[in-house]
C-alpha cells in the first residue's frame, strides 16, 4: 500500500479563499483524503471526481455550494492523490467504491447525504443510489450514464463501443501503466485536453494534476477500470431518488442519447443538456453550478438545453 501525508502541494491549500480544510477519514479500511468546507450542521453534499481527476476537479463548484448552505465534502477517491492506495485490482470493484462513500457520510454523523459524480465519480453516485438508496438524499450526474445504460450501449453501438476503446486497453497486464508513466505522463495531460474544449485546463492547473498523480502512481487509476469490469450489476435499475444529470453534447468518449436513457432508468428526473460542452461540462458552463445547487437545495434545475 501507499500513502502519503507529506506533500501539500496537492490538499486544500489549492484554494485558500473557500476556507477549506484538509482532513483524513478511515473508511472501508482505508484512509482517504477528504476536503471539506461549509457549516458542519448544514445540509450533506459529498462531490465525487473521476479520472484522471482529484478532489480539484470540483473547485468550480464547492464555493457555491458553500454559498447555498451546504456542508461539502470532496474526497479523492481511493487510489488517488492524497490518499491511500490498496493494492489489487478487486480493491477498486463498484462495491468497495461504494462502501468508501456509504462510510464517508457516516464519518459526519449522517445517515444520508446529497451525491453528486463526474467521469468515473459518476458511476460511483449511480452505484451509492442503487445499491445502498437510503443513502443517498438527491442524485446529481456530470457526463456519465446510468450503468446499466452504459452497458447495454455498449453491447448495441458500435459507436460507443469505439469510442471506449481506452478501457479495454486498460485491461492488459503492465503496458497502460508503462505508457502513461512515459514522457513526464504526457498521455495523461493529453487525456485532460483532448477530452475537453480549449483553454479548459491551462498550463498552472495542468501542473497541479501532474503533481496529484504523482503521489499515488498511476496504477491505482488503471485499477479503477480493471475493478469496474469485475464489478457485479447493482441489483436495482431503476433510481428513486430525484436526479439531475448535466450533459455536455461535445462528449468525445459518450454517445449524447445515453443521457435520455439514463433518465427513462429514474423515477424522478431532470436533464441539461449544454451544447458545445465537452466531457468536462462543469468547468465550461456556470450553468451546471446553477443547476446542481437549485437541484440540491429542492428546487427545478431548468430548461432541459443549457
Given at each position: 500500500?501507499?500513502?502519503?501525508?507529506?506533500?501539500?502541494?496537492?490538499?486544500?491549500?489549492?484554494?485558500?479563499?473557500?476556507?477549506?480544510?484538509?482532513?483524513?477519514?478511515?473508511?472501508?479500511?482505508?484512509?482517504?483524503?477528504?476536503?471539506t468546507a461549509g457549516d458542519p450542521d448544514a445540509p450533506?453534499?459529498?462531490?465525487?471526481?473521476?479520472?484522471?481527476?482529484?478532489?480539484?476537479?470540483?473547485?468550480?463548484?464547492?464555493?457555491?455550494?458553500?454559498?447555498?448552505?451546504?456542508?461539502?465534502?470532496?474526497?479523492?477517491?481511493?487510489?488517488?492523490?492524497?490518499?491511500?492506495?490498496?493494492?489489487?485490482?478487486?480493491?477498486?470493484?463498484?462495491?468497495?467504491?461504494?462502501?468508501?462513500?456509504?462510510?464517508?457520510?457516516?464519518?459526519?454523523?449522517?445517515?444520508?447525504?446529497?451525491?453528486?459524480g463526474h467521469d468515473f465519480g459518476g458511476f460511483v453516485?449511480?452505484?451509492?443510489?442503487?445499491?445502498?438508496?437510503?443513502?443517498?438524499?438527491?442524485?446529481?450526474?456530470?457526463?456519465?450514464?446510468?450503468?446499466?445504460?452504459?452497458?447495454?450501449?455498449?453491447?448495441?453501438?458500435?459507436?460507443?463501443?469505439?469510442?471506449?476503446?481506452?478501457?479495454?486497453?486498460?485491461?492488459?497486464?503492465?503496458?497502460?501503466?508503462?505508457?502513461?508513466?512515459?514522457?513526464?505522463?504526457?498521455?495523461?495531460?493529453?487525456?485532460?485536453?483532448?477530452?475537453?474544449?480549449?483553454?479548459?485546463?491551462?498550463?498552472?492547473?495542468?501542473?497541479?494534476?501532474?503533481?496529484?498523480?504523482?503521489?499515488?502512481?498511476?496504477?491505482?487509476?488503471?485499477?479503477?477500470?480493471?475493478?469496474?469490469?469485475?464489478?457485479?450489476?447493482?441489483?436495482?435499475?431503476?433510481?428513486?431518488?430525484?436526479?439531475?444529470?448535466?450533459?455536455?453534447?461535445?462528449?468525445?468518449?459518450?454517445?449524447?442519447?445515453?443521457?435520455?436513457?439514463?433518465?427513462?432508468?429514474?423515477?424522478?428526473?431532470?436533464?441539461?443538456?449544454?451544447?458545445?460542452?465537452?466531457?468536462?461540462?462543469?468547468?465550461?458552463?456556470?450553468?451546471?453550478?446553477?443547476?446542481?445547487?437549485?437541484?440540491?437545495?429542492?428546487?427545478?434545475?431548468?430548461?432541459?438545453?443549457?
Open positions: 500500500m501507499s500513502i502519503t501525508h507529506a506533500s501539500p502541494d496537492t490538499d486544500a491549500s489549492l484554494l485558500p479563499e473557500y476556507g477549506l480544510e484538509s482532513t483524513y477519514r478511515a473508511v472501508n479500511g482505508v484512509e482517504l483524503h477528504v476536503v450533506l453534499v459529498v462531490l465525487l471526481h473521476g479520472h484522471p481527476d482529484f478532489w480539484y476537479g470540483w473547485r468550480d463548484q464547492i464555493g457555491a455550494l458553500v454559498d447555498a448552505g451546504f456542508r461539502v465534502l470532496v474526497p479523492d477517491q481511493r487510489g488517488c492523490n492524497l490518499s491511500e492506495a490498496p493494492d489489487g485490482v478487486d480493491a477498486y470493484r463498484q462495491s468497495e467504491l461504494v462502501a468508501d462513500v456509504v462510510d464517508l457520510v457516516h464519518s459526519e454523523g449522517r445517515e444520508s447525504a446529497h451525491v453528486v453516485a449511480w452505484n451509492v443510489a442503487l445499491r445502498r438508496p437510503s443513502v443517498v438524499d438527491r442524485l446529481g450526474i456530470a457526463n456519465v450514464p446510468h450503468p446499466t445504460v452504459y452497458r447495454d450501449t455498449l453491447r448495441s453501438s458500435p459507436q460507443q463501443l469505439a469510442r471506449s476503446w481506452y478501457v479495454w486497453f486498460y485491461q492488459l497486464p503492465r503496458l497502460p501503466e508503462w505508457l502513461l508513466r512515459r514522457n513526464g505522463m504526457a498521455n495523461m495531460v493529453d487525456s485532460l485536453e483532448i477530452t475537453s474544449n480549449p483553454d479548459t485546463f491551462d498550463e498552472a492547473t495542468i501542473d497541479r494534476y501532474r503533481a496529484a498523480w504523482e503521489h499515488t502512481g498511476i496504477g491505482p487509476r488503471i485499477d479503477w477500470y480493471r475493478g469496474f469490469r469485475r464489478s457485479e450489476q447493482p441489483p436495482n435499475t431503476t433510481v428513486t431518488q430525484p436526479t439531475l444529470v448535466c450533459w455536455g453534447e461535445d462528449d468525445i468518449a459518450l454517445v449524447t442519447s445515453m443521457a435520455e436513457e439514463s433518465i427513462d432508468r429514474c423515477e424522478d428526473a431532470q436533464l441539461r443538456r449544454f451544447p458545445d460542452a465537452s466531457h468536462w461540462v462543469h468547468h465550461e458552463r456556470e450553468g451546471v453550478t446553477d443547476a446542481l445547487v437549485r437541484h440540491l437545495s429542492g428546487g427545478s434545475s431548468g430548461s432541459q438545453v443549457g
